[in-house]
């Protein structure tokens, strides 16, 4: 139990679908983020929160949409998807975005497939 | 630029022996910190160890400990003893104190197999 909770573990859709991805932290944490990780390709941050307040948008298309409502929860809406969209994305969030000495605790992931 | 090298994308250990997974790293920052975190098959990633640019002694969690050599820029993670569930992917990273909103770079990875 890392205390990072992603719902759902699998998701398979269609590229006309939408869906959505959902992160909860029970760390007491300030900071959330958003990493895509596909085969043979090193982990890629996606978004970046800092009490709830969106700070970095690593240039990801459109059709993934953030949402933070507060610093216990994390979204990510799914719209329109392409085939090179499958891959595992994974939550994690950490206590203090500004320290470098802060490590990020990591759900376990949604995997996801479009057809 | 920020970068992070893991040069052994495979290895096959013995059970109970030790094992090194390296790390290199590239920054022009003084002060950064590393990390090690352990993902097996089932998705999660599990943070294993840190080490800062600045502490004296080498990192070390139980089984886990880094071997840190700020002049060569590596990083590496030294397992003892390796068990069957030692058997994962294992991703160094690293972030930069003047990085902002706490961006973190991972490696590729190395997929560690115990034998039996």
């Known amino acids: 139990e890392t205390g990072v909770t992603q719902t759902p573990r699998h998701l398979v859709m269609g590229m006309t679908n939408k869906k959505s991805l959902k992160c909860e932290q029970h760390l007491g944490h300030n900071a959330m983020y958003w990493y895509k990780q596909s085969a043979k390709k090193p982990l890629e941050l996606m978004f970046v929160?800092?009490?709830?307040?969106?700070?970095e948008n690593n240039s990801v298309p459109s059709r993934f949409s953030p949402e933070c409502p507060n610093s216990s929860h994390l979204f990510l809406h799914l719209h329109t998807l392409q085939p090179e969209d499958s891959a595992l994305y994974l939550c994690?969030?950490?206590?203090?975005?500004?320290?470098?000495?802060?490590?990020?605790?990591f759900g376990d992931g949604t995997r996801l497939s479009i057809l | 630029a920020q970068k992070i090298t893991q040069t052994q994308p495979g290895m096959f250990v013995q059970e109970k022996e030790a094992v090194t997974l390296d790390c290199t790293y590239d920054?022009?920052?003084?002060?950064?910190?590393l990390f090690w975190y352990k993902q097996p098959s089932s998705g999660e990633m599990i943070f294993l160890i840190y080490q800062g640019s600045y502490d004296q002694q080498n990192a070390t969690e139980g089984r886990y400990s880094l071997n840190f050599q700020k002049a060569r820029k590596s990083a590496n993670l030294v397992i003892s003893a390796s068990q069957l569930g030692d058997s994962a992917m294992y991703f160094c990273a690293m972030r930069e104190r003047s990085s902002s909103a706490s961006k973190i770079i991972f490696g590729s990875g190395t997929r560690l197999s115990i034998r039996p």
């Open positions: 920054t022009s920052d003084p002060s950064y910190g």
């Open positions: 994690a969030s950490s206590q203090d975005p500004g320290t470098a000495d802060q490590p990020q605790h």
């Open positions: 929160y800092n009490f709830k307040e969106q700070t």
